[in-house]
C-alpha cells in the first residue's frame, strides 16, 4: 500500500480581496496575508467561507462514503470514517476567463496578485493583465 496522501481541491474559495494599501488583489486566503505587489499585511477573514468550508461535503478517495469536512480552514487532513483512508482538502483554485484584445478569444487563467504577460494560444498576440 503507499503511503502517499491523496489530495482532493475544495469547491469553496474566499472572495476576491483587493490590497487596502494599492488596491491590487490579494491571494485567495484567509488569515495573515501580504500583498505580493507592495508588502502590506492585511488580516482577511470571511465568515461565510468558513462556515461554507465546515459544511463542504467531499467523496471519499477510497471508497464511496460521502463525508463533512468539518475544519474551517484549508488545506486540512481527514481520516475517512469508513475506510480509515488517510486525506488531504487542498484550496480551491480560483480561474477567471481573460478575452484576448486581438481575437477576443476567452483565456482561463489563475488570477495572480500584479500585472501578468500572456501570449494568445490562438493568435499568438501578447498582452498584459493586472489582478
Do not use: Y
Not at 503507499?2 to 491590487?24: G, H, L, M
Not at 478569444?105 to 501578447?126: H, K, M, T, V
Amino acid at each position: 500500500m503507499s503511503d502517499e496522501i491523496r489530495e482532493i481541491e475544495s469547491k469553496v474559495a474566499p472572495p476576491t480581496i483587493n490590497c487596502p494599501n494599492c488596491e491590487s488583489m490579494l491571494p485567495h486566503e484567509l488569515g495573515e496575508i501580504t500583498c505580493v505587489v507592495c508588502s502590506a499585511i492585511s488580516r482577511i477573514d470571511h465568515k461565510p467561507t468558513r462556515d461554507n468550508w465546515i459544511d463542504e461535503k467531499v467523496s471519499c478517495p477510497n471508497c464511496p462514503k460521502i463525508l463533512r469536512v468539518g475544519v474551517d480552514e484549508r488545506p486540512c487532513a481527514l481520516r475517512c470514517s469508513g475506510c480509515e483512508t488517510v486525506f488531504k482538502i487542498t484550496p480551491s483554485i480560483v480561474k477567471v476567463e481573460v478575452s484576448c484584445p486581438s481575437c477576443e478569444r476567452q483565456l482561463r487563467i489563475r488570477p495572480r496578485p500584479g500585472r501578468r504577460r500572456l501570449d494568445c494560444p490562438a493568435c499568438s498576440e501578447s498582452f498584459h493583465v493586472t489582478f
